[in-house]
């Protein structure tokens, strides 16, 4: 037999055998090796981008996720607080009016703690205002009660205002409310404003995607064209680009997520560094929690543009032939 | 039958007709050539039959199924059961020769213990198995042709189309290569060469089908050498 003929009889399917098929399944995809070359798709530049992206997209979640930490902090601090304010006409008003209240918080349900501020502790607060000195002794500084209640007295605290305000004409019971509904709505469009962020970043990614894809196609059609012309299907090519997409999408976003985590210790370390955020505002919270609410970010990111890719290679190529 | 143009006219966008209302029939098991002038349009009658352009009129049948409207779904499945030489070859350059030649396999999910013999085999049959894990750009244009020719044959096609596959190879390695076709043919495969090479086309003693001023012009098989088969 000739050299000819042998390679003819493996090189025509023999009757019944059936023509190739196309890849199906998970694991036929997964089989289905990259064949675009490295270059394409955008490379570089792409990857910078998206970790750009990913390191904004890390910053605003972490914003959110700090606000709802400190708001949460500030508002149950306020929350089991009260104040009590008592003005007078002179010191022995005030100082009698002072105890009267006291006696009604003593014997309220609810009331787990109440401390009489002493004098100079709140001529204390005033000092920056007004200096140093005796202060007391020409101004009637109304007396403070710090209270400690429960939840429940929390909630209907009209009966210990009839009270206090019987006892004690003086008394003015400060629940905070305002306080507390400022810091809230601060605290809700502080949140808000970074979610919009987040959300903006996604879709500036869809979008880019969208333009790399693109993009991608054009750069490779020839190459494309060719796998049609061996029998590619548009999903197999869609494949092709969505694995392009999902490596340069991963190194990207972890590039950026670690760029953000770095910027995020440091601030911490410099918030520290600055006398501590003790007070009021609350310390960055940088924790295995935080790391892996985080890793909410390359997840939607790659899954975000992979998608996008997919759907534009898709819709680029449904147009042709 | 195999491929079936009705009165197929062809005109690329925004220009006139270069076919016009070909008509021709190639059965099962038929070897044809195809001739004519350079810009005769050869190469386009064939991108029509591996479904790369859709004929401007007319109506081409492909494997006894009418695809001149196919749905795009439809067309890797029949482009899968065509071997295609492209007259310029059409490789990847950044893959290897044995890549290139595996790509059909590769794009049909084929798992590479299938197929690797066969492509190590089909290279070594057209003289490049020394040159495996070449890529293109450093392979000769006869080289390339070559590799395009065992990318062709690889996933076992029921219908053969060749655009010039002796165009930049030796008379011995053309020869050699008509040879291959014909044992392909007579076991099976449907074979369409598109040439002008007519030592090649005598020798043979096929059918021809001739392409000028946009029509195909049916010649009966030239003089043969020897004597002329079925055709
Ligand atoms: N993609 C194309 N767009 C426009 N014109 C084309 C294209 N391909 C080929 N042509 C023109 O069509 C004619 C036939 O070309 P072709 O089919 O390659 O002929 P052949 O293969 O017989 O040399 C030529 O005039 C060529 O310039
Ligand atoms: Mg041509």
Redesign the interface.
């Known amino acids: 037999m000739?050299?000819?003929?042998n390679?003819?009889?493996?090189?025509?399917?023999a009757p019944g055998?059936e023509?190739?098929?196309?890849?199906?399944g998970f694991l036929?995809?997964l089989?289905?090796?990259p064949?675009l070359?490295?270059a394409g798709a955008g490379g570089a530049p792409l990857t910078a981008v998206i970790a750009v992206m990913s390191f904004l997209a890390a910053i605003a979640l972490a914003v959110f996720v700090f606000i709802s930490d400190a708001a949460g902090e500030w508002t149950s601090e306020l929350e089991r607080g009260l104040t009590i304010q008592i003005k007078g006409a002179d010191a022995e008003t005030i100082a009698s009016q002072t105890q009267e209240a006291m006696r009604v918080l003593q014997s309220t349900e609810g009331v787990l703690e109440a401390r009489a501020v002493p004098k100079e502790e709140s001529e204390k607060l005033l000092e920056p205002w007004l200096g140093k000195g005796n202060i007391g002794a020409y101004l009637n500084i109304p007396a403070l009660i710090e209270v400690r209640v429960d939840q429940n007295l929390r909630n209907d605290l009209s009966l210990l205002r009839t009270r206090l305000s019987a006892a004690a004409p003086g008394a003015v019971l400060d629940d905070h409310g305002e306080w507390h509904e400022r810091l809230s709505a601060a605290a809700r469009s502080g949140q808000l404003m970074a979610f919009a962020v987040f959300i903006l970043v996604m879709g500036a990614g869809c979008a880019i995607s969208v333009f790399a894809a693109r993009a991608g196609l054009a750069a490779n059609r020839?190459?494309v064209?060719?796998?049609?012309?061996?029998?590619?299907?548009?999903d197999?090519v869609a494949n092709q680009v969505q694995r392009r997409f999902l490596v340069l999408g991963l190194r990207g976003t972890f590039a950026g997520l670690a760029l953000a985590m770095l910027t995020l210790g440091l601030t911490s370390l410099l918030m520290r560094a600055g006398g501590g955020p003790s007070g009021f505002l609350p310390s960055i919270k940088l924790g295995p929690q935080l790391f892996f609410t985080l890793l909410i970010v390359p997840i939607a990111l790659c899954l975000v543009t992979a998608a996008t890719a997919r759907l534009t290679v898709l819709r680029t190529?449904?147009k042709?032939? | 039958m195999i491929v079936g143009f009705d009165n197929v006219s062809l005109a690329y966008e925004g220009e006139p007709e270069i076919l016009r209302e070909v008509s021709f029939t190639l059965g099962e098991g038929e070897f044809r050539f195809l001739t004519g002038p350079s810009g005769a349009g050869k190469t386009s009658l064939l991108k029509m039959i591996y479904l790369a352009h859709r004929p401007t009129r007319g109506a081409v049948t492909l494997f006894g199924e009418d695809v001149t409207a196919a749905p795009r779904e439809a067309l890797p499945a029949l482009r899968r059961r065509i071997g295609v030489v492209f007259q310029e070859f059409r490789l990847l350059d950044h893959l290897t020769a044995f890549e290139n030649v595996a790509l059909p396999m590769k794009v049909a999910g084929i798992n590479p213990n299938q197929y690797r013999e066969d492509v190590r085999e089909l290279l070594n049959w057209v003289g490049l198995g020394h040159r495996i894990d070449a890529r293109p750009p450093s392979l000769s244009g006869g080289e390339k042709q070559r590799v395009a020719l065992a990318r062709a044959l690889v996933a076992k096609p029921d219908l053969i189309l060749a655009d010039e596959p002796t165009g930049n190879v030796d008379p011995v390695m053309g020869e050699k290569i008509m040879k291959l076709f014909i044992e392909l043919n007579k076991l099976g495969a449907a074979v369409i060469v598109a040439t002008h090479d007519i030592t090649l086309i005598e020798a043979l003693g096929k059918p021809i089908m001739h392409l000028e001023g946009g029509r195909l012009h049916d010649q009966p098989t030239t003089p043969p050498a020897k004597k002329g088969k079925r055709g």
């Open positions: 000739s050299d000819e003929q390679i003819a009889e493996r090189f025509v399917r055998e023509p190739q098929g196309e890849p199906r036929g995809r089989r289905a090796e064949l070359p490295e020839e190459i064209s060719i796998l049609h012309l061996v029998g590619a299907t548009d197999f190529l449904s042709e032939l």
